[in-house]
């Protein structure tokens, strides 16, 4: 059986009726369809991440330290600082990444989970563990960009950070979620390379870091 | 400075999902026969493609992930929902469009084939893919392609015998 004149006679058929259908544009827009990828993503990785602190929990008997032992902080260095504010919110102002180990250890007294590096810049691998951030955090740089993405944001290239300014619900901070926050010297950035960055990622989300990497 | 991929994969994103819409949207419709839940599903995939978007966008086709994934999409919503069914076969059910065309025999036709002999024509025909790439992005052989596309158009050629007299007729 020969099918060519019948297949273009299907082809053809179809076509009409696909030409013929009313043209329509989406009925939900591009940012909604990403917002809620968003929302189920983290949805998933916060199920995920649960069920795993909890099988580490019941494996070793521990009690995970939550977001209930926050306290009021107060610090202010000259790179950065970081307060509690009498609504239980925590402003956490940014000039340079300098102590690192004590930035991240005032941000987890503040109820804010974070991984805190300087000297090499850290992305958790693959994009798609980015969680979302709307409504607890409120993210101001110095410099704003259209259409800012809502849970990383990064500096390019020699420069400085400028200023990073961020209002944190910690209460609000889903468990088993942290920041991550990292920065290189920016005298020996190459052009395209990493300056600086932050993310908000599950707590399980494997880590790369190194000295220099590609936007 | 500028900021990170994730804005620019935002952009790219956008740009896939305004260019490709209608496209995905219609073929998805002729093969579910509902534009209301055609919507639904192309929307649905969407989301997916957005999730899984460094996989999507490296694909030689992302509309026919698109197509491939809402006609799947389809079926595991049928087999969801088949019970709320009165009679047989869900595609005759299906058919409550304002789009007349959804109601042509050819179309009747189509929706009676099996999901891959559809995915096969949705792809070869209406997206006019050839077959490596058809099958690349059905995870078939080429071989296997030409077999379903030849017992669709056989079915379809059987089914509507109007067309058959009147290309015998020329």
Redesign the interface.
């Known amino acids: 059986?020969n099918?060519d004149?019948?297949?273009a006679?299907?082809?053809d058929?179809?076509?009409?009726?696909?030409d013929?259908?009313?043209?329509?544009?989406?009925?939900?827009p591009?940012?909604e369809?990403?917002a809620?990828?968003s929302r189920?993503?983290t949805r998933r990785g916060l199920a995920g991440a649960g069920a795993a602190c909890a099988a580490i929990g019941l494996t070793l008997g521990l009690v995970l330290p939550s977001g209930s032992q926050a306290r009021p902080v107060h610090v202010h260095l000259a790179a950065w600082s970081v307060d509690t504010n009498p609504n239980g919110t925590v402003t956490f102002n940014l000039l340079q990444v300098s102590q690192p180990a004590r930035l991240q250890h005032v941000l987890a007294e503040a109820g804010v989970p974070a991984r805190v590096r300087w000297g090499k810049i850290c992305l958790a691998r693959?994009?798609?563990v980015?969680l979302s951030t709307e409504g607890f955090v409120k993210f101001s740089p110095s410099?704003t960009?259209k259409?800012?993405?809502e849970?990383?944001?990064?500096?390019?290239?020699p420069?400085k950070i400028g200023y990073w300014s961020w209002t944190i619900n910690p209460a609000k901070i889903p468990s088993g979620a942290r920041f991550m926050l990292s920065a290189v010297p920016p005298d020996s950035v190459p052009r395209n390379d990493?300056q600086a960055?932050w993310e908000f990622v599950p707590e399980s989300a494997p880590v790369a870091c190194a000295r220099f990497m590609k936007? | 400075m500028r900021v990170y991929g994730v804005e620019q994969d935002r952009h790219e994103f956008a740009e896939f999902y305004a260019a490709a819409w209608d496209d995905c949207l219609r073929i998805v419709m002729i093969s579910v026969g509902d534009r209301a839940l055609s919507e639904d599903l192309v929307a649905e995939v969407f989301t997916k493609a957005w999730a899984s978007w460094p996989k999507v966008r490296g694909l030689a086709e992302p509309r026919a992930w698109i197509i491939r994934s809402a006609l799947n999409a389809h079926v595991s919503w049928w087999r969801r929902h088949r019970r709320e069914v009165a009679l047989g076969s869900h595609d005759a059910t299906a058919t409550t469009s304002q789009d007349p065309g959804l109601d042509s025999s050819l179309v009747a036709a189509l929706r009676r084939l099996p999901v891959r002999q559809r995915q096969v024509i949705a792809l070869r025909l209406l997206l006019d893919l050839d077959t490596a790439t058809t099958a690349e992005m059905l995870g078939m052989s080429g071989s296997t392609v030409r077999s379903h596309l030849h017992r669709a158009v056989a079915a379809l050629r059987r089914d509507i015998p109007a067309r058959n007299d009147q290309e015998i007729a020329q």
């Open positions: 059986m099918d004149p019948t297949l006679d299907v082809r058929g179809l076509a009409e009726v696909r013929s259908l009313a043209k329509a544009h989406p009925s939900i591009a940012s369809i990403i809620r990828a189920r993503r693959g994009r798609h980015l410099k960009w259409d800012q993405p849970s990383t944001f990064a500096v390019i290239g420069g990493i960055v936007s």
